[in-house]
């Protein structure tokens, strides 16, 4: 049974919005830090946003400003508000928990399967 299950990718136009919600167990969502990761193609993977059970969150860089992460406790889901998107945000996004922010996307995280989001000059 999958623990971490990502839905709303697709393909957009730059300068357009998307939002990416990962669905997780009621054993991952109360425990564990939650985040987001891509990887584009021919690239490593990188971090794109954590946010903690108690709410805290994390941004790279390269999203500030333009994306944004939360959760719904109540629905047991982490979205990824993604506005001002630029070609260069197309990758596979990954769902990820961990048990801290800090060793997120090492050794003991979960990850979902992944969706595609495409942005088109």
């Known amino acids: 049974q999958a623990q971490l299950v990502e839905s709303g990718g697709g393909l957009v136009q730059a300068g357009g919005s998307l939002r990416l919600s990962c669905a997780a167990s009621?054993?991952?969502?109360?425990?564990?830090?939650m985040g987001w990761f891509r990887q584009a193609p021919g690239k490593e993977r990188e971090f794109v946003a954590a946010i903690s059970w108690t709410g805290g969150s994390k941004h790279a860089d390269s999203v500030k400003g333009r994306f944004t992460i939360s959760r719904d406790n109540a629905k047991k889901t982490v979205d990824l508000q993604m506005n001002s998107l630029k070609p260069e945000d197309t990758a596979v996004y990954h769902c990820a928990a961990g048990i801290d922010v800090r060793v997120l996307g090492g050794k003991g995280t979960f990850w979902g399967q992944g969706t595609q989001v495409t942005v088109s000059s």
């Open positions: 009621e054993w991952i969502f109360s425990r564990y830090t």
